[in-house]
């Protein structure tokens, strides 16, 4: 099962990752978890530059929208100045940080009768979905927070790469001081070992609780997936 720890040290290396791409003025535009393999290792490789676009000072314009409908930053879809900038790619990583806390995305478009409508039903939609979190865990309620401030609709007002860094490595740090662990974060893989062992002990909450939790597992999974490719690295 994927641990907490886990998703923390992705989210790291996929920090370091933008990080490297805005640095070299490129934002990659198609953050999501597709184009994400996974090594023998379990470290994370971004992959897919294909809508990759360079960027010039702090932001570009464009005329052209692209991204995965359910992962375009809100500043993609105005039709007068669609900007390009690594809070972008923020955006993005928010949306999945997101899919791995909760097991679905957070903004799913009404799809329309052409591209434009639907765009519009996911402005719509992102401008009337408030972010909140309510997690028992406090790793994962940590973690929520990132999200909130990744998925904010003002690009301006989102973490950037080097801030979700420094929370991430603020998470650590407790891991490694033995403040945090898996064994008691996971409340929902405990609930689905006692069922294994024997259902007839779990009550209907608690079973609600386990269907949730294979449901997100189910989703997690599919970052391994791609790892056998084997010369990816």
């Known amino acids: 099962k994927l641990k907490l ?5 992705w989210m790291s290396q996929m920090c370091s990752a933008l990080q490297h791409i805005s640095d070299k003025k490129y934002v990659h ?24 676009k360079k960027f010039e000072g702090s932001e570009t314009t464009m005329t052209t929208t692209i991204g995965t409908f359910s992962h375009v930053p809100p500043e993609y879809i105005t039709n007068d100045i669609d900007k390009i900038a690594p809070a972008n790619d923020m955006w993005g990583l928010g949306v ?4 791995l806390l909760t097991g679905k995305l957070p903004f799913i478009p009404t799809v329309g009768y052409n591209k434009q409508e639907t765009l519009n039903n996911l402005k719509k939609t992102i ?8 997690f028992s865990q406090q790793v ?7 999200c ?24 650590q740090i407790k891991y490694d001081q033995g403040q945090l662990n898996d064994d008691n974060l996971l409340e929902e893989q405990k609930l689905q070992n006692a069922y ?29 997936d791609h790892a056998q490719l084997n010369d990816i690295r």
């Open 5 to 9: 720890s886990q998703i923390v040290k």
């Open 29 to 52: 535009r198609d953050i999501k978890a597709d184009n994400i393999l996974i090594d023998d290792d379990l470290n994370v490789v971004l992959t897919d530059f294909g809508c990759c």
């Open 96 to 99: 999945l940080l997101h899919q």
């Open 140 to 146: 994962k309620q940590e973690l929520g927070q990132i």
């Open 148 to 171: 909130g401030h990744l998925l904010q609709i003002n690009m301006d007002k989102r973490y950037t790469a080097e801030k979700v860094q420094a929370a991430l490595n603020d998470i």
């Open 196 to 224: 294994n062992e024997n259902p007839s002990t779990i009550n209907q909450s608690e079973e609600l609780k386990i269907k949730k939790f294979v449901k997100v597992a189910n989703i997690k999974i599919q970052f391994f």
């Open 127 to 134: 401008d009337t979905t408030p972010i909140s979190f309510n």
